[in-house]
């Protein structure tokens, strides 16, 4: 069975400080690798998917990491916002079922 | 339509009640996908269509969850004689094929069982 942890489980930092986010999967049989966002009351919105054979994908200030051999992807957000305040959650796609972490909750202080 | 939708949003209902949660999927979205969240926890998979077949019900946690997707569209998870420990969010996602595909999330059903 797929076991994804995510480290640290919470983070505080100042406004404008870079988010480091990280995930580990213990199967690296996998198809891809999701990040998402979750606030409170609303959907998970997906922030980025990388595909098994990709390294890192890239959208905005997110940059997220993939080494597969190792288990591992990283979750990079550049320059902090007061509104990236969420939990985030990385999910494991091993054939079509989403395996997924526990979450880092983030806040950033304005 | 433009996103994921589920009904309804909130549910509170007595230990023993039945309750059928609803999700809508994006239009063509030919797999759908029904998960649980505990507070303070990822979602967990309960179960997976294809069009209206249901191909993967591992997830469910016993025989008092079923699930149904008949026409291949709107999909209804259904939870006979509620317990307490039913209690948590249900969030329903669909993709555009099944695989390797993005999952897109609903807003989720949060449960609450008396």
């Known amino acids: 069975k797929q076991e994804v942890t995510q480290i640290p489980a919470a983070l505080s930092v100042p406004e404008g400080e870079n988010l480091v986010l990280n995930c580990s999967f213990t199967?690296?049989?996998?198809?891809?690798l999701q990040w998402f966002r979750q606030d409170p009351g609303k959907g998970l919105t997906s922030l980025l998917l990388?595909?098994?054979?990709?390294r890192e994908q890239t959208s905005g200030r997110l940059n997220a990491s993939l080494d597969k051999s190792s288990g591992r992807s990283t979750l990079y957000i550049a320059a902090s916002q007061p509104g990236d305040s969420a939990t985030y959650l990385c999910a494991v796609n091993g054939d079509y079922k989403l395996s997924f972490g526990a979450g880092t909750t983030v806040t950033v202080r304005a | 339509g433009a996103g994921v939708s589920q009904s309804p949003r909130y549910k509170v209902t007595k230990r023993g009640q039945d309750v059928a949660l609803r999700c809508d999927p994006i239009?063509?979205?030919?797999?759908l996908y029904w998960y649980r969240q505990a507070l303070g926890q990822g979602p967990e998979f309960l179960t997976y269509f294809n069009y209206e077949a249901q191909q993967d019900k591992s997830g469910l946690p016993n025989d008092r969850f079923s699930a149904e997707r008949p026409e291949g569209s709107i999909s209804t998870l259904t939870i006979q004689r509620t317990e307490q420990r039913d209690s948590a969010m249900y969030r329903c996602?669909?993709?555009?094929?099944?695989?390797?595909?993005?999952?897109?999330f609903g807003p989720g059903t949060r449960l609450t069982v008396l």
């Open positions: 239009s063509g979205h030919v797999s």
């Open positions: 990388i595909q098994s054979s990709q």
């Open positions: 996602a669909s993709s555009l094929t099944g695989g390797a595909d993005t999952q897109y």
């Open positions: 199967d690296s049989a996998i198809y891809n």
